[in-house]
């Protein structure tokens, strides 16, 4: 049972390691593909465009009002006027 296991690693390891030239070789072809530049930078751009809009607020005056700070400028929200 132990040697089936030890060839079977053996087994796994040979076929991950003689396929890695041929996914090396893909990964540098996809540079020369049309619109390859253009995706690049797209990509680059687009991971500026996402603002989280997450708050930490904290609750006041017993639960009537909370207030929470956003872009240095702290607001406060009164429940109790809104219902």
Do not use: C, N
């Not at 040979?14 to 090396?24: D, G, H, M, N, T």
């Not at 070789?25 to 680059?44: F, S």
């Not at 751009?45 to 702290?74: I, N, P």
């Amino acid at each position: 049972m132990k040697r089936l296991v030890v060839v079977s690693i053996h087994l796994l390891a040979l076929a991950i390691f003689s396929s890695l030239p041929f996914s090396l070789h893909a990964q540098d072809r996809l540079k020369g593909m049309p619109g390859a530049e253009r995706y690049e930078r797209v990509t680059r751009q687009m991971t500026d465009l996402y603002q989280s809009g997450a708050l930490t607020g904290t609750w006041r005056d017993g639960g009537r009002a909370f207030e929470y700070k956003r872009d240095g400028v702290v607001y406060r929200y009164d429940v109790a006027k809104q219902l």
